[in-house]
């Protein structure tokens, strides 16, 4: 009674008065009824067996382990369960390190006592190999703030861990099938424990000599009641273990009236404990769902979205989802564009091509500017008619008029042959349309020679 004494020391006289007159008067210095339950809330940690608790200003945290032992001789098919507490001078100034107190001691009893006694949780599950290795289940919690009534908080701590814990897979092997193999987590799915019901602690408060009851008490109230009582039962209304811890009697009446009340609350509190474990397990089922890229994706995301993966980043669910579908809408993007682009380009490709087809006809040009005004029929047949026939005298001829052209009419004039000769031809050449031939179109050397004689001798 360690914590009642440091509370009562805290407390004046006149705060101790004004909570009786209170009580007297069926009021409550929070506000509540007489029967009335402080607010639960109840909060998971990232891993497995792990609860945290807030009752009011009571503040509890509990933690699950398992390891493999051997069994008790009298039990050899039976695991083990036990319970320790460990308070903190953070909770409460009266609580000290080291070595737990009696409050303590009669904290862990009461839990224990109630899970035990009353088969909640399934110890033949926990058999491993008969008579040689069982799990031992342990149960730590620690008090992080003592607001009152802190055997309810420790229970349903204990209680919410338990059903969230997962202890791991063995199998047996060996020639003589006596070998066990403790398989991590990563190899098979660990296991949940066998819990048949859930025993809720309820604690009540009596002052006034026994006259006053009150639940759920609160730190002040415990300072001043003259006794409490501690009653665990099931929302099948099965009475799992009753704590009477000292103080002032109490009547038979009195207990089953406590009775009734612990059990009309204790179908609220199971229901309200069970729908948090089913929150807390769909979200530990949705962390392990792998998303696979959608089928809008291109493949270049795909490998992205993988080596991201692969590099451990991590986002959650809806974050994820907004992600991919950005990324898709920027593909569209990007396709779409894509496709504009090539539909561009092979419209002006196809304008090029028929700007092309339409300017080009047939093959090389072989037109020549020096050529124009020779006929090709006419030369034919006037150097036919001279007989002709060496295609390097035809070039020395027309050397001042093709000294200009190209190469293409050069190959032209080459493989140009000679006609047969005309033998009624006259010398004096064809003339077509009133133009003259070649011959009279080059003035022989000595008419030059003439002229420029008969020049000088008149000067």
Same mark, same amino acid.
């Given at each position: 009674m360690e914590s009642?004494?440091?509370?009562?020391?805290?407390?004046?006289?006149?705060?101790?008065?004004?909570?009786?007159? @209170?009580?007297? +008067?069926?009021?409550?210095?929070?506000?509540?009824?007489l029967y009335d339950y402080r607010k639960l809330t109840i909060k998971f940690g990232r891993e497995y067996g792990s609860s945290e608790v807030q009752l009011g200003h009571t503040h509890v945290m509990g933690f699950v382990t398992a390891q493999l032992v051997q069994p008790y001789k009298d039990r050899p098919n039976d695991g083990a369960l036990s319970v320790f507490t460990e308070f903190s001078p953070m909770a409460d100034p009266s609580f000290e390190p080291g070595r737990?107190?009696?409050? @303590?001691?009669?904290?862990?009893?009461?839990?224990?006592?109630?899970?035990?006694? +009353?088969r909640?949780?399934?110890?033949?599950?926990?058999?491993?190999?008969?008579?040689? %290795?069982?799990?031992?289940?342990?149960?730590?919690l620690h008090i992080l703030d003592n607001g009152g009534n802190l055997v309810d908080a420790a229970n349903i701590a204990a209680?919410? @861990?338990?059903?969230?814990?997962?202890?791991?897979?063995?199998?047996?092997?060996?020639?003589?099938g006596q070998e066990v193999t403790v398989h991590p987590p990563e190899v098979r799915e660990p296991i949940p424990l066998i819990i048949h019901h859930l025993p809720i602690a309820f604690t009540f408060g009596f002052f006034?000599?026994?006259?006053?009851?009150?639940?759920?008490?609160? $730190?002040?109230?415990?300072?001043?009641?003259?006794?409490?009582?501690?009653?665990?039962?099931?929302?099948?209304?099965?009475?799992?273990a009753i704590q009477k811890a000292g103080g002032e009697g109490i009547?038979?009446?009195?207990?089953?009236?406590? %009775?009734?009340?612990?059990?009309?609350? =204790?179908?609220?509190?199971?229901?309200?404990?069970?729908? @948090?474990?089913?929150? $807390?397990?769909?979200?530990?089922?949705?962390q392990k769902i792998r998303r696979h890229p959608t089928s809008l994706v291109s493949s270049e995301s795909a490998s992205s979205a993988a080596a991201k993966k692969n590099q451990g980043q991590s986002v959650d669910q809806e974050e994820d989802n907004e992600v991919s579908r950005k990324r898709v809408e920027r593909l569209k993007l990007?396709?779409?564009?894509?496709? =504009?682009?090539? +539909?561009?380009?092979?419209?002006s490709g196809n304008s090029r091509e028929s700007r092309s087809a339409k300017n080009f006809i047939g093959g090389p040009?072989?037109?020549?500017? $020096?050529?124009?005004?020779?006929?090709?029929?006419?030369?034919?047949?006037?150097?036919? +008619?001279?007989?002709?026939?060496?295609?390097?005298?035809?070039?020395?001829?027309?050397?001042?008029?093709?000294?200009?052209?190209?190469?293409?009419?050069?190959e032209m004039h080459e493989d140009v042959k000679p006609a047969p000769p005309v033998i009624n031809e006259p010398q004096t050449g064809l003339h077509t349309n009133g133009g003259k031939t070649l011959k009279d179109a080059v003035k022989p050397k000595n008419k030059r020679k003439k002229r420029a004689s008969s020049a000088s001798g008149a000067s």
């Amino acid at each position: 009674m360690e914590s009642k004494l440091a509370n009562a020391w805290r407390l004046t006289v006149n705060e101790k008065k004004f909570i009786e007159t @209170a009580l007297l +008067s069926e009021l409550r210095i929070d506000g509540r009824g007489l029967y009335d339950y402080r607010k639960l809330t109840i909060k998971f940690g990232r891993e497995y067996g792990s609860s945290e608790v807030q009752l009011g200003h009571t503040h509890v945290m509990g933690f699950v382990t398992a390891q493999l032992v051997q069994p008790y001789k009298d039990r050899p098919n039976d695991g083990a369960l036990s319970v320790f507490t460990e308070f903190s001078p953070m909770a409460d100034p009266s609580f000290e390190p080291g070595r737990p107190g009696e409050f @303590a001691v009669e904290l862990g009893r009461v839990i224990d006592r109630g899970l035990r006694e +009353s088969r909640a949780v399934d110890m033949e599950s926990l058999c491993v190999l008969a008579g040689k %290795l069982v799990w031992a289940i342990r149960i730590d919690l620690h008090i992080l703030d003592n607001g009152g009534n802190l055997v309810d908080a420790a229970n349903i701590a204990a209680l919410a @861990a338990l059903l969230t814990f997962r202890r791991p897979e063995c199998t047996l092997g060996g020639e003589d099938g006596q070998e066990v193999t403790v398989h991590p987590p990563e190899v098979r799915e660990p296991i949940p424990l066998i819990i048949h019901h859930l025993p809720i602690a309820f604690t009540f408060g009596f002052f006034n000599n026994g006259n006053i009851l009150v639940m759920d008490p609160t $730190y002040n109230e415990e300072a001043v009641m003259c006794a409490k009582m501690t009653l665990i039962v099931n929302a099948n209304g099965d009475i799992c273990a009753i704590q009477k811890a000292g103080g002032e009697g109490i009547l038979q009446s009195v207990i089953i009236h406590c %009775l009734r009340l612990a059990t009309a609350r =204790a179908a609220a509190t199971t229901k309200m404990i069970k729908d @948090a474990v089913e929150g $807390y397990n769909r979200e530990k089922a949705l962390q392990k769902i792998r998303r696979h890229p959608t089928s809008l994706v291109s493949s270049e995301s795909a490998s992205s979205a993988a080596a991201k993966k692969n590099q451990g980043q991590s986002v959650d669910q809806e974050e994820d989802n907004e992600v991919s579908r950005k990324r898709v809408e920027r593909l569209k993007l990007i396709s779409e564009e894509s496709r =504009a682009t090539q +539909s561009n380009d092979s419209e002006s490709g196809n304008s090029r091509e028929s700007r092309s087809a339409k300017n080009f006809i047939g093959g090389p040009s072989s037109w020549d500017p $020096y050529s124009k005004g020779v006929d090709t029929d006419f030369l034919k047949a006037s150097l036919g +008619s001279r007989g002709i026939s060496n295609p390097s005298r035809i070039q020395k001829d027309l050397g001042s008029q093709e000294k200009h052209s190209e190469s293409e009419t050069q190959e032209m004039h080459e493989d140009v042959k000679p006609a047969p000769p005309v033998i009624n031809e006259p010398q004096t050449g064809l003339h077509t349309n009133g133009g003259k031939t070649l011959k009279d179109a080059v003035k022989p050397k000595n008419k030059r020679k003439k002229r420029a004689s008969s020049a000088s001798g008149a000067s």
